[in-house]
């Protein structure tokens, strides 16, 4: 009998703290050969079950992926203490700054790179929302990533969001961008302005990597996510082929 997909937490230091991610592995291939790895960065809602869905979609189209939990610190879940949606966002951003984060995924990749069940020589990132902001970050800050895909995320973080109290930019720093990205926005997202998109796809460019920023029409804001009030299947569906075929080609 063919063996199935196994999924499960794991924990792993990160710096001087023990943190947590929820893995999932896809049946070893013929041969042997261990599988390439995705590390996943969640969006401000943290690992919901919706993500961890996702996380083993992903094992189901051949990789290893582990979502790394970036609110570990503070029981898993972002802050709840707040009064409006807004304030709850900031503080969400604010408990998974970059300053944490992006030492946090690189975490979750040392503890990927050692297994003997997994490739972590061939990695990637895929993040959502928060996460496509870090996705971002990450992949201008290392040499580790074959590839980086963003799903809606903040090209400009506004200054309640950053830690600095000023608006924190990822196009400032996407021309620095170590590894082919494939970005994708709602052509209707109520958070993202379109003139953002457009200047990230610009400074993308200048990086000198293949980079690839998809627009669709009528997608809002967690266009992907089936929970959401914002879902669109169709762009929900065109995003997965690409986003697979993306990570199939790169790694």
């Known amino acids: 009998m063919q063996k199935t997909r196994e999924a499960r937490w794991v924990t792993f230091p990160s710096g001087p703290d023990e943190i947590r991610g929820y893995l999932a592995l896809p049946p070893r291939r013929g041969g042997g050969?261990?599988?390439?790895?995705?590390?996943?960065?969640?969006?401000?809602?943290?690992?919901?079950?919706?993500?961890?869905?996702?996380?083993?979609?992903?094992?189901?189209?051949?990789?290893?992926?582990?979502?790394v939990d970036l609110y570990s610190r503070i029981g898993g879940r972002p802050p709840q203490d707040y009064t409006t949606p807004e304030e709850r966002r900031a503080l969400a951003f604010l408990a998974a700054r970059d300053e944490q984060a992006l030492p946090d995924l690189e975490a979750g990749l040392d503890h990927l790179a050692g297994r003997d069940d997994v490739d972590a020589s061939r990695a990637a990132v895929l993040g959502f929302c928060l996460g496509g902001g870090?996705?971002?970050?990450?992949?201008?800050?290392?040499?580790?990533?074959?590839?980086?895909?963003?799903?809606?995320?903040?090209?400009?973080?506004?200054?309640?969001?950053?830690?600095?109290?000023?608006?924190r930019s990822r196009i400032a720093i996407a021309g620095d961008v170590r590894c082919p990205v494939q970005?994708?926005?709602?052509?209707?997202?109520?958070?993202?302005?379109?003139?953002?998109?457009?200047?990230l796809g610009t400074a993308l460019k200048e990086s000198g990597q293949e980079t690839e920023v998809h627009v669709y029409e009528d997608a809002g804001h967690a266009y992907h996510d089936d929970t959401h009030p914002n879902h669109h299947p169709e762009a929900a569906r065109l995003t997965w082929?690409?986003?697979?075929?993306?990570?199939?080609?790169?790694?």
């Open 33 to 67: 050969v261990p599988p390439p790895v995705v590390i996943m960065a969640h969006e401000n809602l943290g690992v919901t079950a919706h993500r961890e869905r996702v996380t083993e979609r992903i094992a189901d189209e051949g990789f290893a992926c582990l979502t």
């Open 134 to 167: 870090l996705a971002l970050a990450w992949a201008a800050t290392t040499d580790r990533l074959a590839c980086a895909v963003p799903l809606y995320g903040l090209p400009e973080l506004p200054p309640s969001y950053s830690p600095t109290g000023r608006v």
């Open 183 to 199: 970005a994708h926005f709602g052509g209707a997202d109520e958070v993202i302005p379109l003139d953002q998109v457009a200047r």
């Open 241 to 251: 082929e690409r986003t697979v075929a993306f990570l199939e080609k790169h790694l």
